[in-house]
């Protein structure tokens, strides 16, 4: 268990319709990231928070937006959603205090995840 | 731009054998971190090991250890004495290191490795 949760853990959907997609991260850590695994694209990064601010964007459609809340936890909201939405939406969390130069050693631990299915 | 390339799309290994999934990486960035991540056929993401662009020594954890060849950028991932339970999609991920405090630090994966361990 790596202390990131995420619900639902499956939802189906139709098309054009809305849903979100909550993450809890690991207690204490400041950073949240959004990934999106399908068959065809892989692992991609989506967005990144940081203590409630918008750090990093990736490929993270128009029809999509995240939010951090003042507890630190993370919704993903995905709008007018269609079939290629179809994916397995990772949380990962992080401590990303580093200073300059180390970041790179700070471990994202991954939630369960969320499967959609748009149908 | 970064990239990781994991060139074996599956690959087998009698049980207890020791085997090595490869990872090579391309980044201009002097400091950087490697991460080798597991997904079980159950979906979620596990973190297995670190190793940083300055970190002298392989990282080992438990079974597993990282062949680090900086001159070559790979980081290839060695599992010894293989169980049943290591069969699973195993992902090598770069995150480049020198980036300020609570910036953008989110990972790139590599297509990944089907491993299957035989009895």
């Known amino acids: 268990d790596s202390g990131v949760t995420q619900t639902p853990k499956h939802l189906i959907t139709a098309t054009g319709q809305r849903v979100t997609l909550r993450c809890s991260p690991r207690?204490?850590?400041?950073?949240v990231y959004w990934y999106q695994q399908s068959l065809d694209q892989g692992l991609q990064f989506l967005i990144q928070y940081y203590n409630g601010e918008e750090r990093a964007k990736g490929n993270i459609l128009e029809r999509f937006s995240a939010q951090q809340f003042p507890d630190l936890h993370s919704e993903l909201n995905l709008s007018s959603l269609e079939l290629g939405d179809s994916a397995l939406y990772f949380c990962a969390s992080s401590v990303a205090t580093g200073t300059s130069g180390t970041l790179s050693t700070d471990t994202q631990y991954f939630g369960p995840g969320t499967r959609l299915t748009v149908l | 731009a970064q990239k990781i390339t994991q060139t074996q799309p599956g690959m087998f290994v009698q049980e207890k054998e020791a085997v090595t999934l490869d990872c090579t990486y391309d980044t201009s960035d002097q400091s950087y971190g490697l991460f080798w991540y597991k997904q079980p056929s159950s979906g979620e993401m596990i973190f297995l090991i670190y190793?940083?662009?300055?970190?002298?020594q392989n990282a080992t954890e438990g079974r597993y250890s990282l062949n680090f060849q900086k001159a070559r950028k790979s980081a290839n991932l060695v599992i010894s004495a293989s169980q049943l339970g290591d069969s699973a999609m195993y992902f090598c991920a770069m995150r480049e290191g020198r980036i300020p405090r609570g910036s953008q630090g989110n990972l790139i994966f590599g297509k990944g490795t089907k491993l299957s361990v035989k009895p």
């Open positions: 207690s204490g850590d400041l950073s």
């Open positions: 190793q940083g662009s300055y970190d002298e």
